[in-house]
């Protein structure tokens, strides 16, 4: 434990602009996510492109290509939650049998995409542990963008296996980060519970 300590402490001192850029607009995103505003998405993609530079130099290969799986789908995202001017917003709701298997699909074929890319064509020391984490995180960036709440569940399940990735990988800020969005996400999902329960309500109005 006192490693740990030391190891963020030391990282503190050494922090670059990038690192914290990256660490407050990430910390911005999951925060807009738990208000369920759009202004996620642009926020979001600043992070992740800082995110994907800082993540190369660390050899975290598969953190890299779900970074960049962020960008794409939060383009996709942001335009799904807008939708056309003048219709209405897509409404939080739970995922049905359909979505739920494409949710799967992503998971284990994308764990098994990302573990046979990184033992074949990178350096990696973490295959399983970094395809794992950016798989679960796939799907749950896919629930997002269609405002699914299990999306928190996905993330969270991402975001369990991050934490200790990252302090073994010596980014103990990042690690620091994916802390505070775990709880972040808890408390998204408690939020969006009480959003699909109040149009429920609405609706039996």
């Not at 794409?72 to 049998?97: F, L």
């Not at 739920?100 to 046979?116: D, K, N, R």
């Not at 934490?163 to 996400?185: N, Q, S």
Request: glycine letters at 4%; one cysteine or more.
């Amino acid at each position: 434990m006192q490693s740990w300590i030391n190891l963020f402490l030391n990282q503190f001192k050494a922090t670059t602009w990038l690192e914290w850029a990256a660490v407050l607009l990430g910390v911005a995103e999951v925060l807009l996510a738990k208000a369920n505003k759009v202004w996620l998405y642009p926020t979001g993609i600043a992070a992740t492109l800082i995110s994907i530079y800082l993540l190369l130099n660390a050899a975290l290969y598969a953190e890299c290509l779900l970074n960049g799986y962020y960008v794409v789908m939060s383009v996709y995202g942001w335009y799904y939650w807008i939708k056309k001017r003048g219709e209405p917003p897509v409404k939080v709701s739970y995922s049905n049998r359909r979505e739920w298997i494409i949710t799967l699909l992503i998971v284990f074929a994308g764990w098994g995409m990302l573990y046979l890319l990184l033992i074949n064509f990178t350096t990696s020391t973490v295959p399983v542990w970094d395809a794992w984490v950016s798989s679960t995180a796939w799907a749950g960036m896919w629930l997002l963008a269609r405002r699914k709440i299990e999306n928190w569940v996905l993330l969270n399940i991402s975001n369990l296996f991050a934490i200790p990735l990252l302090f073994h990988k010596d980014l103990a800020l990042f690690g620091l980060l994916t802390i505070v969005l775990f709880v972040v996400a808890i408390f998204g999902y408690v939020d969006w519970c009480k959003i699909i329960r109040r149009d429920q309500l609405t609706q039996t109005i």
